[in-house]
């Protein structure tokens, strides 16, 4: 019997080709999709949950009082981590680590080789488990010249990771060799902390003075909780901890943890509480995935249920030689079935073809190759769930036909069919003319992001790090009198700030009615001569650096935010404390956009600093760009031998800031595309239907003297009202969706309803597209073919 069900729904779907296409076409574009963002989502969950202790990681955090209100920062004192394991019995190990990004390594004086690293407590092998191939996990970090490395710098400096511990490997600045302690494994891509080598920490408290200063906060503090601990408790208990050790002198930052795992999916914080992050685009692509697969499935069951009366005859026989209903459900949910799995293996070989360009949408490693247990469960549910569903309404729907109704041709369209399926054509299309209109409202933020004026010029800047010997000052200064004098250079100085998100920042700024308990941070911008001339900063009042006077290490620039932050309505001349030295401002500049346009921009200054403004910022005219960085590599060669130039353009930076957002505005063009595309398919499918049922009527109605166009738009008229229906149920949901994205940047566009016209008027003109094509098909029929006696 099961194989007799297999054959004849086989021949049912060979039978009506068009019918078995667009069903195939429609639910594999869907199935496709929803395996993509899948893949996409799972490798989103995996990052940062490989430690074994994991349940027991935890991040320390503060939350820091500001006029302003609660900033959540990352960063703690350096004292934390042996303090909380010496005073804490709910800690069992507490580690510090501090990036130390862009450094040369060199063996032997022969390899100079860029890389990134990680200053380490002893127990960071205790706390993440990162596999350390060579070495002892109790010693590896123990020595002040002892260095851990990765296995795949090994093999770059050495060429191998075997007989590497023992040798010396030498880092820029450093007067001294380090020792290989230990060999580990480079931390997969499912890590969000990415390092080529290890050192111990116990080197920032000699190179940075405020790491064994509560005040200062640099590194960041991981712990391990007993098992058993009460986060809630726990954090009670830390709330005040800073208080107690600082005699009462921090009252302004409250430390808390928060679990490890979790920070890369919920690290975003407002006022103190965690409001999410990336989860908000994990969980929109998980409801994307759900619409276009439901899209997909209101298509099958709409052509499904219109096909029905066609196959009535057929019903009809069987239950006369004794077909049970539930036999015949389980034919029809058969056929559903059948189809999902062709639908299935047609978007497994899409996935496949797309999978090496969604990566370089996503910038992922996903792939195909070894399918975990959750992809093949996933699969399978997906494949079961697709084709119950998609199949549930016909199976039900032509089972429940009478035999003998049915044999005398009675059978007529029930108006609940009607309704259902008129309600799945206005219910498919508003969640695609929502998918459109959040398209085109992301595409605007994130054009007007990348087109918006910062307050500085970003474009043609070229930007590299201080290293080697143009570390020392005076041959900083000469370099950039070298690097002036290159044909297609404009200006060149030295800035020690990203310009692209938080790079340092202070609350020891003190001038006339400041309020003693206020700890409002003041980032911080070390600059050289020209900064302005290089990034075009305009000033408001007074005046920028000039080697023209001498004293200008006793001067102060602020920014806008900063001024009024003081209170100050005549800035130019006053005085300010910094750090117990009095400053005197000369210069006021523009308030221009330092960090992400989800940020407001903070109260700034700069000052004359060109020891710690730790990158070179070069302006080239424009069409100048090639040869004059072909001669600033030989100009570096000579200035700074032995160390590579990596340079990039400053706008290239800002572009990477905004990556999240491009890949979302990207990915959501194409599944709404997509969705658009399937919708259509459908009301294909459905006008096809139609018109073959009122073929009669259409020649009837040309005898009678219709014009073509009056046959057309009698058949696209009821189509086009229910679209028409399905944008006043898009409209406001996709009003109050855009609404609360846009909220998460505090400069955004202006929404207007020319968006959501133009996305109703594009949905208009594609259906009327995909049904005129049917409707003039039919109109231009010879009406004595349709008219002709069966």
Not at 193 to 216: A, M, N, R
Not at 535 to 550: C, D, F, H, W
Not at 638 to 646: D, H, I, K, M
């Amino acid at each position: 019997m099961f194989k007799n069900y297999i054959k004849i729904a086989w021949r049912n779907l060979v039978k009506d080709s068009q019918f078995t296409f667009l069903n195939v076409v429609g639910l594999s574009t869907g199935l496709a999709c929803t395996l993509l963002i899948y893949l996409w989502v799972s490798d989103e969950w995996k990052m940062d949950r490989g430690n074994k202790k994991d349940g027991q990681l935890y991040q320390v955090m503060e939350n820091r009082k500001q006029a302003s209100g609660i900033w959540t920062a990352q960063t703690t004192s350096g004292l934390m981590a042996d303090a909380l394991a010496n005073d804490m019995p709910e800690v069992q190990y507490a580690v510090n680590t501090a990036s130390e990004n862009n450094v040369i390594l060199s063996a032997n004086n022969e390899k100079n080789i860029r890389a990134d690293g990680l200053y380490a407590g002893k127990d960071l092998f205790k706390v993440f488990s990162y596999d350390l191939l060579q070495g002892d996990s109790n010693q590896v970090l123990m020595g002040r010249n002892s260095i851990a490395l990765s296995d795949d710098m090994a093999i770059r400096l050495f060429g191998s990771t075997v007989d590497v511990i023992g040798k010396s490997v030498e880092l820029q600045h450093e007067p001294h060799p380090y020792t290989v302690t230990g060999i580990f494994r480079k931390p997969d891509n499912h890590s969000s902390e990415q390092f080529d080598f290890l050192l111990t920490d116990d080197l920032l408290k000699d190179k940075e003075p405020g790491f064994q200063d509560w005040g200062s906060t640099f590194p960041h503090t991981y712990v391990i909780l007993r098992p058993g601990v009460s986060v809630t408790a726990f954090n009670q208990k830390l709330a005040n901890y800073l208080k107690r050790k600082t005699n009462n002198e921090i009252l302004y930052r409250t430390p808390f943890i928060a679990k490890f795992s979790e920070a890369y999916l919920y690290g975003r914080y407002e006022d103190g509480k965690q409001v999410g992050g990336r989860i908000e685009y994990v969980r929109l692509f998980s409801i994307i995935a759900g619409v276009i697969l439901l899209i997909a499935c209101i298509n099958f069951m709409n052509l499904s249920t219109a096909k029905a009366a066609g196959r009535a005859k057929e019903v009809g026989i069987k239950k006369v030689v004794g077909a049970g209903r539930f036999t015949l459900v389980l034919q029809y949910f058969g056929e559903s079935l059948l189809m999902a799995f062709a639908s299935l293996l047609v978007a497994i070989l899409l996935v496949a073809l797309v999978l090496p360009a969604f990566n370089g949408i996503t910038d992922k490693q996903l792939t195909l190759n070894h399918p975990g247990l959750g992809l093949i469960l996933w699969t399978v549910v997906i494949l079961l769930v697709t084709g119950l569903l998609a199949g549930s309404y016909p199976a039900l729907y032509l089972s429940g036909f009478r035999p003998a109704m049915v044999l005398k041709g009675k059978v007529k369209t029930a108006t609940s069919e009607l309704f259902v399926r008129k309600g799945l054509v206005v219910f498919q299309f508003s969640l695609s003319v929502i998918l459109i209109i959040s398209v085109m409202v992301v595409y605007r933020q994130i054009h007007f992001i990348q087109t918006r004026k910062l307050g500085y010029d970003r474009d043609n800047v070229l930007a590299f790090y201080k290293e080697g010997k143009l570390s020392d000052p005076l041959q900083q200064e000469s370099f950039l009198n070298a690097v002036r004098n290159i044909p297609g250079v404009a200006q060149a100085s030295c800035i020690g700030h990203s310009l692209t998100g938080h790079s340092g920042g202070t609350h020891g700024v003190v001038w006339a009615g400041k309020d003693p308990n206020d700890r409002t941070e003041f980032e911080i911008m070390n600059v050289d001569y020209n900064f302005q001339d290089v990034l075009n900063i305009a000033m408001k009042e007074g005046r920028p650096y000039s080697q023209e006077y001498l004293a200008d290490t006793n001067k102060i620039i602020f920014n806008e935010a900063a001024v009024k932050f003081m209170g100050m309505t005549r800035p130019i001349g006053q005085k300010v404390t910094i750090w117990g030295k009095d400053l005197e401002i000369v210069g006021v500049m523009k308030d221009f956009n330092f960090q992400s346009l989800h940020d407001k921009i903070k109260p700034l200054f700069a000052r004359l600093n060109p020891k710690d403004a730790y990158r070179f910022m070069l302006k080239i005219k424009p069409g100048k760009e090639t040869a004059a960085i072909d001669q600033l590599k030989q100009l570096y060669g000579q200035y700074n031998p032995g160390f590579p130039l990596t340079a990039s353009f400053l706008d290239e930076s800002y572009q990477r800031l905004y990556a999240a957002e491009k890949r979302v505005s990207v990915l959501s063009r194409c599944f709404a595309g997509l969705a658009i595309l399937i919708s259509c398919l459908g009301l294909f499918g459905l006008a096809a239907f139609n018109i073959q049922r009122r073929s009669r009527e259409i020649g009837i109605r040309k005898v009678l003297g219709a014009s073509v166009s009056g046959v057309v738009l009698l058949l696209s008229r009821d189509y086009l009202k229910l679209i028409g229906f399905s944008m006043l149920i898009a409209f406001p949901v996709a009003w109050w969706m855009t609404g609360n994205w846009l909220e998460s940047f505090v400069y955004h566009i202006q929404r207007g309803w020319g968006i959501f016209l133009l996305a109703g008027f594009l949905v208009i003109l594609l259906t009327f597209l995909t049904i005129s094509f049917q409707s003039v098909k039919a109109a231009l029929v010879n009406p004595s073919r349709s008219l002709k006696s069966e």
